[in-house]
């Protein structure tokens, strides 16, 4: 299709260029050619005759240098996927701030972008949109990382080994408002407002909800607003979820007692004879009571934590059913209101709602998804998207805010489950296209990498550090670009020399500097580029310091709190004796407390006896 807006030049599309360049060069005459493709006979001239390049290019020339708008481009996008994404105006702003420091002349009136320049800049660069981005609270950001999740695959691989799918359950609460929230509907273009009716009540009831890997569920457990059970009366419990379990609380929230009871009275009822069996759930305090994890104890039933703070990625319940629950909750309270104008949703109508959203979210196919995308079963760690763990990057200290490797995050853990002497992966073999992360010293051994550099091109801004004879008495002479990258090369006309003694990050780096595409076995020809030198080093370094992650400033934990830093093996004796010894001092509080009241209510009946 012929570009629009582009006055008399570029009635063409970049495709169709092509096309007849290539359409020419199979035999076909040139005015043929332009006829057919409808392009320009000139311009086809001069892209055939390589006058031209075929790439179509109007109008004058960036105000930026390109180069560094790509580097700019690279580093918002990554800043984005970090959680540290900026502004449209922050953007303006810091590309003023990068233009005065770099002394470039720009028409930018007060040294800032303006619309022409912000409109070029998304033409150039189409990758680059404005969205607006998810909740993520930064505690949960900070514990999706590495090293915190791998260790809980490695815990998850040693309890969920040998087990059938029907053995390995997840269970997770959620709340479900009676003040709907109102799904899309048909509505006038540029309308202000579009009303959506929901109900007169915004009470919350809680749905627990057990599924296991094979995709089977459990009856619903149900926990409604109420101090006595007189208050689940006002509910259709019969037209509820199929063979809930209602219960009542002051506060609709899930609590010890509460927990405790579900257990009991819903989990081993209906988790099957087969022993042992797995039961992975967060860290919230009804999940934990010591009544609890002895009954799982007594039954073989292995209690493991998530991490804290990662259940957005590591439970099944949330990744896949939870979201589909809401959205089709939505959507039915909002046709059930619009059937009638006497609908509502309340007490009486919501649980027969809640029932058919249940049914639809919680199917089986929805089940088993929610267990392979968290890597449950089948045991896989690669299944949590690289993506995923971007955000803790600006925590870690040791990173200093930057990725050390392409590879995933978790590859680590494939490599040391199959280090281990007769222990195999159970379930998940690795991927054709993924390799264990390999030991520095393989590295260095398998890696050979080959660079031909002319002597000549070596730009006067790289020093030589060394001079040494090699094995072979081939001379020798390392040189040290000004990144401190190092390159390895000979005492020759044409250098040509191995860099398998480097480190893979100092021949990435010194590839880089080079603009060069190496791979491994290949011999490359090149000459390092000038933007290696001076000026390029200036512009890297100015745009690095103003488009950085912000510094990491640590804080000194708080005194008497409760920290949570790693998954855990509830059923374990260590948390097991931790729980007995919480609740005896707890216990031993109380008849303390007990006993000091009984002694000032029985010295307050001694003063009334002594006056009368």
Not at 305 to 328: I, Q, S, V, Y
Not at 455 to 476: C, F, I, K, L, M
């Given at each position: 299709?012929?570009?629009?807006?582009?006055?008399?030049?570029g009635?063409?599309?970049?495709?169709?260029?092509?096309?007849?360049?290539?359409?020419?060069?199979?035999?076909?005459?040139?005015?043929?050619?332009?006829?057919?493709?409808?392009?320009?006979?000139?311009?086809?001239?001069?892209?055939?005759?390589?006058?031209?390049?075929?790439?179509?290019?109007?109008?004058?020339?960036?105000?930026?240098?390109?180069?560094?708008e790509?580097?700019?481009?690279?580093?918002?996008?990554?800043?984005?996927?970090?959680?540290?994404?900026?502004?449209?105006?922050?953007?303006?702003?810091?590309?003023?701030?990068?233009?005065?420091?770099?002394?470039?002349?720009?028409?930018?009136?007060?040294?800032?972008?303006?619309?022409?320049?912000?409109?070029?800049?998304?033409?150039?660069?189409?990758?680059v949109?404005?969205?607006?981005?998810?909740?993520?609270?930064?505690?949960?950001?900070?514990m999706?990382?590495?090293?915190?999740?791998?260790?809980?695959?490695?815990?998850?691989?040693?309890?969920?080994?040998?087990?059938?799918?029907?053995?390995?359950?997840?269970?997770?609460?959620?709340?479900?408002?009676?003040?709907?929230?109102?799904?899309?509907?048909?509505?006038?273009?540029?309308?202000?407002?579009?009303?959506?009716?929901?109900g007169?009540?915004?009470?919350?009831?809680?749905?627990?909800?057990?599924?296991?890997?094979a995709?089977?569920?459990?009856?619903?457990f149900?926990?409604?607003?109420?101090?006595?059970?007189?208050?689940?009366?006002?509910?259709?419990?019969?037209e509820?979820?199929?063979?809930a379990?209602?219960?009542?609380q002051?506060?609709?929230?899930?609590?010890?007692?509460?927990?405790?009871?579900?257990?009991?009275?819903?989990?081993?009822?209906?988790?099957?004879?087969?022993?042992?069996?797995?039961?992975?759930?967060?860290?919230?305090?009804s999940?934990?009571?010591?009544?609890l994890?002895?009954?799982?104890?007594?039954?073989?039933?292995?209690?493991?934590?998530f991490?804290?703070?990662?259940?957005?990625?590591?439970?099944?319940?949330?990744?896949?059913?939870f979201?589909?629950?809401?959205?089709?909750?939505?959507?039915?309270?909002?046709?059930y209101?619009?059937?009638?104008?006497?609908?509502?949703v309340?007490?009486?109508?919501?649980?027969?709602?809640?029932?058919?959203?249940?049914?639809?979210?919680?199917?089986?196919?929805?089940?088993?998804?929610?267990?392979?995308?968290?890597?449950i079963?089948?045991?896989n760690p690669?299944?949590?998207?690289?993506?995923?763990?971007?955000p803790?990057?600006?925590?870690?200290r040791?990173?200093?805010?930057?990725?050390?490797?392409?590879?995933?995050?978790?590859?680590?853990?494939?490599?040391?489950?199959?280090?281990?002497?007769n222990?195999?992966?159970?379930?998940?073999?690795?991927?054709?296209?993924?390799t264990?992360?390999?030991q520095p010293?393989?590295?260095?051994?398998?890696?050979?990498?080959?660079?031909?550099?002319?002597?000549?091109?070596?730009?006067s801004?790289?020093?030589?550090?060394?001079?040494?004879?090699?094995?072979?008495?081939?001379?020798?002479?390392?040189?040290?670009?000004?990144n401190?990258?190092?390159?390895?090369?000979?005492?020759?006309?044409?250098?040509?020399?191995?860099l398998?003694?480097?480190?893979?990050?100092?021949?990435?780096a010194?590839?880089?500097?080079?603009?060069?595409?190496?791979?491994?076995?290949?011999?490359?020809?090149?000459?390092?580029?000038?933007?290696?030198?001076g000026?390029?080093?200036?512009?890297?370094?100015?745009?690095?310091?103003?488009?950085?992650?912000?510094?990491?400033?640590?804080?000194?934990?708080?005194?008497?709190?409760?920290?949570?830093?790693s998954?855990?093996?509830?059923?374990?004796?260590?948390?097991l004796?931790?729980?007995?010894?919480?609740?005896?001092?707890?216990?031993?509080?109380c008849?303390?407390l007990?006993?000091?009241?009984?002694?000032?209510?029985?010295?307050?009946?001694?003063?009334?006896?002594k006056?009368?």
């Amino acid at each position: 299709m012929p570009h629009k807006g582009k006055g008399i030049y570029g009635q063409y599309d970049v495709e169709a260029l092509k096309n007849a360049v290539d359409a020419v060069k199979s035999g076909m005459s040139i005015r043929k050619a332009a006829i057919r493709y409808g392009v320009p006979k000139s311009s086809l001239n001069d892209r055939t005759t390589g006058k031209k390049p075929i790439a179509l290019e109007f109008g004058r020339k960036p105000t930026i240098p390109i180069e560094i708008e790509d580097r700019m481009v690279e580093v918002v996008l990554t800043l984005s996927e970090k959680g540290f994404g900026i502004t449209k105006r922050q953007m303006l702003a810091r590309v003023g701030t990068l233009v005065r420091q770099m002394d470039l002349k720009t028409p930018f009136k007060n040294g800032i972008p303006g619309k022409d320049w912000w409109k070029g800049f998304k033409n150039r660069h189409p990758e680059v949109v404005i969205r607006k981005p998810e909740k993520l609270s930064t505690v949960r950001s900070r514990m999706l990382n590495a090293t915190v999740v791998g260790n809980y695959f490695k815990e998850l691989q040693t309890v969920t080994e040998e087990l059938s799918p029907t053995s390995i359950w997840n269970m997770d609460e959620t709340g479900i408002n009676l003040e709907h929230q109102p799904a899309g509907v048909l509505a006038r273009r540029g309308a202000k407002s579009v009303p959506g009716r929901v109900g007169n009540t915004r009470e919350n009831i809680t749905l627990l909800p057990c599924v296991n890997a094979a995709g089977e569920k459990m009856p619903t457990f149900i926990v409604a607003k109420g101090k006595t059970s007189r208050s689940l009366r006002a509910y259709n419990m019969h037209e509820g979820p199929e063979n809930a379990e209602w219960r009542f609380q002051a506060k609709a929230w899930m609590d010890d007692e509460l927990g405790e009871d579900w257990f009991k009275n819903v989990f081993l009822k209906h988790c099957g004879p087969q022993r042992p069996q797995v039961l992975v759930l967060d860290s919230h305090h009804s999940h934990e009571t010591l009544g609890l994890l002895e009954a799982a104890l007594a039954n073989r039933i292995e209690v493991l934590a998530f991490p804290p703070h990662t259940t957005h990625f590591l439970c099944p319940l949330d990744r896949t059913m939870f979201g589909p629950l809401m959205k089709e909750y939505g959507y039915l309270c909002t046709e059930y209101m619009s059937s009638d104008p006497n609908n509502i949703v309340n007490k009486e109508s919501a649980p027969k709602l809640i029932r058919q959203a249940y049914e639809k979210a919680f199917t089986r196919v929805n089940i088993v998804s929610g267990f392979e995308s968290t890597g449950i079963y089948h045991w896989n760690p690669l299944a949590i998207p690289k993506e995923a763990f971007s955000p803790s990057d600006a925590f870690d200290r040791n990173n200093n805010g930057q990725s050390k490797t392409d590879e995933h995050p978790l590859q680590w853990v494939l490599a040391n489950i199959q280090s281990v002497p007769n222990n195999p992966i159970p379930f998940v073999s690795l991927p054709t296209d993924v390799t264990p992360i390999a030991q520095p010293e393989n590295v260095q051994q398998n890696l050979e990498v080959v660079v031909e550099i002319h002597r000549s091109a070596v730009p006067s801004s790289v020093h030589t550090v060394a001079e040494n004879q090699g094995q072979d008495g081939e001379y020798t002479v390392d040189f040290e670009s000004p990144n401190n990258s190092i390159l390895n090369t000979s005492n020759d006309p044409m250098i040509s020399q191995s860099l398998s003694d480097l480190d893979a990050a100092n021949i990435l780096a010194a590839l880089n500097d080079g603009n060069m595409e190496i791979t491994a076995g290949e011999t490359v020809e090149s000459s390092l580029h000038q933007d290696i030198t001076g000026w390029s080093s200036q512009w890297n370094s100015e745009l690095e310091n103003i488009f950085k992650l912000p510094p990491i400033i640590p804080k000194p934990p708080k005194k008497n709190s409760r920290r949570l830093t790693s998954h855990r093996l509830l059923t374990s004796p260590q948390i097991l004796n931790e729980k007995r010894k919480a609740k005896q001092e707890k216990d031993d509080k109380c008849k303390k407390l007990k006993a000091k009241k009984d002694e000032k209510c029985n010295n307050l009946k001694v003063k009334k006896e002594k006056k009368k």
